[in-house]
């Protein structure tokens, strides 16, 4: 499976946008971008996902490169409820489900 | 709507005895999902189950373990005997498409086996 490389952690203000990067450079053709948060102590929850076409939902933003090797979900105004780890994966037909250590996000008051 | 929901959410047992999870996806999604998730660890698959169709067991870690669904609805997950590295967060999660990656999970049990 292709591997995804996210910064362990990141940190932002309430009320300013984030940007989490997340780098895949050996995305296949077929490959999707998902992306998952999970809050302290709740089950995962899912976020967005694109194939490549940046896109936009009600929870966040994921802006995908031309090349597909990078993506950046951006949350537009972060709030105290967005501080999480945030895993970005990739998948096509495979249902199962595996996170990495994802991006910890500390949003501050 | 209501989202995925599971019962209990704590569950303390003594090693040796079996015990069993409940989960409730959301209404109309057709396909479920088991997995596990251990302090500190990653998801960990255990069941897939669409529609009519035979699950798909190819997570589950033992014998020990088993699942059902019933009316293509409510599933059950119970682990016999149950051992101390069983102890884990096993989370329900269901989706709309099969087979799909957008799935949707309930909160979870916290099952400590002493």
């Known amino acids: 499976d292709a591997k995804t490389t996210q910064p362990n952690s990141m940190e932002s203000n309430e009320e300013e946008p984030v940007h989490l990067p997340c780098n895949h450079s050996?995305?296949?053709?077929?490959?999707?971008i998902h992306w998952y948060r999970q809050l302290p102590s709740q089950g995962p929850e899912y976020v967005i996902h694109?194939?490549?076409s940046n896109v936009n939902n009600r929870m966040a933003s994921l802006a995908i490169a031309e090349d597909r090797k990078s993506s950046t979900l951006i949350l537009h105004r972060a709030t105290l409820r967005d501080a999480a780890v945030y895993y970005c994966i990739l998948g096509g037909s495979n249902y199962k489900l595996t996170f990495g250590k994802g991006t910890l996000l500390t949003v501050n008051p | 709507g209501a989202g995925v929901s599971q019962s209990p959410s704590n569950k303390v047992t003594e090693k040796g005895k079996d015990v069993e999870l409940r989960c409730d996806p959301i209404s109309g999604h057709t396909a479920l999902y088991w997995y596990r998730q251990s302090l500190g660890q990653g998801l960990e698959f255990l069941i897939y189950f669409q529609g009519n169709s035979a699950p798909d067991k190819s997570g589950l870690p033992s014998d020990r373990f088993s699942a059902e669904r019933t009316g293509g609805s409510v599933s059950t997950l119970t682990i016999q005997r149950t051992q101390q590295e069983d102890s884990a967060v096993y989370l329900c999660?269901?989706?709309?498409?099969?087979?799909?990656?957008?799935?949707?999970f309930g909160p979870g049990t916290r099952l400590t086996v002493t």
């Open positions: 694109g194939l490549t």
């Open positions: 999660a269901s989706s709309f498409y099969p087979s799909s990656y957008e799935q949707y």
């Open positions: 050996t995305i296949s053709g077929t490959d999707y």
